[in-house]
């Protein structure tokens, strides 16, 4: 057998698969920053720019942003998300499209687009993002997200009297 000093496990060369855009990308080492994620996607071609803006996924569904310079842990299976910074990105908030300029947003934001774009809500309603599975999660007015085409809001009146 083996002395337990020779054998190696997953993860023992101190690299860490994550996926970057739904593609499995490798990292060299758990600690990084916004940058280094991008360029070692961009590296094993993920077809992304050093501008694009990276959010990464959270365990309640929402994607927050990572600046540049933003020292991170990363771990095996995390998910991260580029998205060209000043692109239009087209959403839906309660079932109609809206278009967004940009990947960065606030919960306000959206729903300032959203009544702009003329969808049938007000800007104090309660803003969530779908999930899937009937799932939502909420995002506050002032709390910034990483958007990306398709995903679902959904926005009602605030029914709290107290």
């Known amino acids: 057998m083996a002395d337990s000093a020779e054998v190696k496990r997953v993860g023992d060369d101190g690299k860490v ?4 855009n739904d593609k499995p990308e490798v990292l060299e080492g758990a600690e990084q920053t916004g940058a280094s994620v991008k360029k070692a996607a961009i ?14 996924e959270l365990p309640d569904g929402k994607t927050k942003p990572v600046a540049d310079d933003e020292k991170i842990a990363v771990h095996a299976g995390e998910r991260f ?16 499209p809206v278009v967004l300029e940009g990947a960065e947003q ?6 300032k687009v959203a009544v702009e774009q003329n969808v049938s809500i007000k800007e104090d309603f309660v803003l969530s993002i779908e ?3 009937g799932k939502t999660t909420l995002i506050g007015d002032d709390e910034v997200i990483v958007v990306s085409a398709g995903e679902r809001f959904l926005a009602i009146e605030n029914d709290d009297n107290s």
């Open 81 to 96: 998300v580029a998205v060209e910074k000043n692109a239009k990105v087209e959403v839906s908030v309660n079932d109609k």
């Open 106 to 111: 606030t919960g306000a934001r959206v729903k």
């Open 131 to 133: 999930l899937g599975g």
């Open 43 to 56: 590296r094993q071609g993920v077809k992304i720019g050093d501008d694009f803006v990276l959010g990464v």
């Open 17 to 20: 698969e994550v996926v970057v």
